[in-house]
């Protein structure tokens, strides 16, 4: 079993910066992929950056240059750090941990995040 823990979500004004946590524990040798999506009121949820083992990162275009996922592997958690946000980035931010080769896949509850314009 692996739990997923976020926290950092609150409200901001655009232009401003908030850094997401993502805290993993239980079976994480069993993960290989960790990543951050997003749904926001009335869309899907949608891939926001995922990170490989090997560290790889694959962004979505729209956050491409303004978000950067990063991670502790020490104390098991993930970043994202989130600079010159917009409103519309806001939504509810999911933390994700996946095997690739199982059907493995947890996500997090999620964290809030509001840009106000």
């Known amino acids: 079993q692996v739990q997923l823990v976020e926290s950092g979500g609150g409200l901001v004004q655009a232009g401003g910066s908030l850094r997401l946590s993502c805290a993993a524990s239980g079976s994480i040798f069993s993960i290989n992929t960790m990543g951050w999506y997003r749904q926001a009121p009335g869309k899907q949820r949608e891939l926001v950056v995922v990170i490989t083992f090997r560290g790889s990162t694959n962004y979505a275009d729209s956050v491409k240059g303004r978000f950067t996922i990063s991670r502790d592997t020490a104390k098991n958690t993930m970043y994202l750090q989130m600079n010159s946000l917009k409103p519309e980035d806001t939504a509810v931010y999911y933390c994700?941990?996946?095997?690739?080769?199982?059907?493995?896949?947890?996500w997090g509850q999620g964290t809030l995040v509001t840009v106000s314009s």
């Open positions: 994700n941990a996946r095997n690739d080769f199982t059907d493995l896949e947890v």
